[in-house]
């Protein structure tokens, strides 16, 4: 125990993978189990999870059956339990994503620039541009076209383009919002945009009692910090544009409320426990970092009249926007009222990125098996994995970008 004169102390909190790590896992985790293809950024920042959207995908989803079992091209039975069986299919432990779609939104131009440069597709007019190993040897051909949009606004302007959305993103974005922008959030995401899927991050208050010694002096400041800008509480924060940090009880409450509001269901967890266990074992109370939710959209009409919804959002957004501009006009003050460039989003940039022109046009399996057994005795290989072939520009090319074709041709 301290003594009288001792404030207690501030403590090292550490995590592995680092934090911001554990969040994008978490996202692409679920990106990937639900099969996600039309994706927005909200608050998208520097761009680093659009970056990693925009890398292509290595091979394409499961081609027709007309083309893995061609009638009367050959008689092959491919046994029950094939190598097929490991892509494209649930039991594939990382699936793929197969994005077509990436928009990104944010207020700052200079993020947006950072941004717009980490997904920038190559230069092909470069003389020394190779489609299979371009922006370095991770990356492959692109299989399936895809276009990127970057907006910059904020969350408070209805984009009309957003609304339809697969999965909206926002990702440490809701704890930034000021008082006057808050309100707007749930009703434009939800309400008026339904995306079928919602997906939030944003800090733990109660994890921050990780950052010192339980019996800590209150009135003695440890922790480095920043105190809650509005004044609300004595709280300690961990960035200094923070708003609010909620305690998981606390956001737990704001998710439910605003899922029924908007016709969802939501789960509500954590993610990032410290490295170091707690000495007074503290950590399974705290919980997680970050705190975590998904959002997903009913859509049966028997519980939800999503038009009705959609409707009741936009009234919703119509009286809060002329209340702050009311407010705005008759006192001036900045705090609460909306900022008087607040009108529209503006696009910065259009991306798109072409499939390569054989994706979807294989070769007959014969051919493709003629390619491949030529490709290995160039290379005076009698083994190779499925991935090393996969990565031979003309074999690929050859399967027109299903990997399966490859194993069937094999077969």
């Given at each position: 125990m301290?003594s009288?004169?001792e404030?207690?102390?501030?403590l090292a909190v ?5 934090l911001y ?6 996202i692409l985790?679920?990106?990937?189990r ?6 927005l ?8 999870l659009?970056?990693?959207l925009?890398v ?6 499961t081609p ?10 050959f008689d ?5 339990v ?8 649930p039991?594939d432990?990382?699936p793929?994503?197969h994005i077509?779609?990436?928009a990104?939104?944010?207020k700052?131009?200079?993020d947006?620039e950072f ?5 920038a597709p190559p ?7 190779d489609p299979w190993r371009?922006?370095?040897?991770q990356?492959t051909?692109r299989w399936?076209?895809m276009?990127?949009?970057l907006?910059?606004g904020g969350?408070?302007i209805i984009?009309?383009?957003?609304v339809?959305t ?7 974005v809701?704890?930034h919002?000021p008082?006057?922008?808050l309100?707007f ?6 309400g008026v945009y ?7 991050t944003t ?7 990780l950052?010192?010694s ?5 009135s003695?400041?440890?922790r480095s910090?920043?105190s ?6 004595d709280r300690i924060f961990r960035?200094d544009d923070h708003?609010?940090?909620w ?10 409320k605003e899922?029924a509001n ?5 789960d509500?967890?954590d993610?990032g426990?410290?490295q ?5 074992g503290r950590d ?7 705190l975590?939710a998904?959002f997903r ?5 028997r519980q939800?009249d999503r038009?009705?919804v959609?409707?009741?959002?936009r009234?919703f957004v119509e ?5 702050h501009?009311?407010s ?8 609460s009222a909306?900022?008087s460039s607040?009108?529209v ?10 499939a ?5 046009n294989p070769?007959?399996i ?8 030529s490709?290995m005795?160039?290379l005076?290989?009698s083994?190779?994995?499925v991935?090393?072939l996969w ?11 299903w990997i399966e074709l490859?194993i069937?041709?094999?077969?």
């Open positions: 301290l009288g004169t404030p207690g102390r501030e550490t995590f592995f993978p680092a790590l554990q969040r994008r896992i978490w985790d679920i990106l990937r639900e099969n996600v293809s039309d994706v950024d909200v608050g998208c920042g520097e761009g680093q659009l970056a990693v925009s292509p995908s290595p091979w394409l989803s027709p059956q007309s083309l893995l079992y061609p009638a009367g091209q092959l039975q491919i046994p029950s094939s190598p097929i069986s490991l892509y494209n299919t039991s432990p990382i793929n994503l077509t779609r990436l990104g939104l944010d700052s131009s200079r947006l941004t717009a440069q980490a997904i230069d092909t007019s470069e003389p020394s541009f371009y922006k370095g040897s990356e051909v399936e076209e276009t990127a949009k907006w910059q969350l408070e984009n009309e383009e957003f339809g697969e999965c909206i993103v926002s990702s440490e809701i704890e919002l008082p006057y922008i309100p959030y749930a009703p434009i995401l939800l339904k995306p079928k899927l919602l997906l939030i800090p733990s208050y109660s994890f921050n009692a950052f010192t339980p019996n800590s002096d209150p003695i400041r440890l910090g920043f809650d800008p509005t004044g609300r509480t960035h708003q609010f940090e305690t998981p009880e606390e956001f737990r409450q704001y998710c439910e899922a908007w016709g969802y269901t939501v509500v967890g993610v426990r410290a170091e266990p707690d000495e007074w399974h109370e705290v919980g997680g970092a970050s975590v998904i959209r009913i859509d049966d009409q939800v038009e009705a959609e409707k009741q959002a009234e009286v809060l926007t002329e209340q501009l009311t705005s006009s008759t006192d001036g003050s900045p705090q909306l900022p607040s009108t989003h503006r696009l910065l940039i259009t991306h798109t990125y072409p390569h022109p054989s994706a979807q070769l007959p014969h051919s493709i098996g003629d390619i491949v057994k490709r005795e160039d005076r290989e083994f190779l994995r991935e090393e990565y031979e520009p003309q074999v690929a090319q050859a399967c027109g970008g490859l069937a041709a094999v077969e």
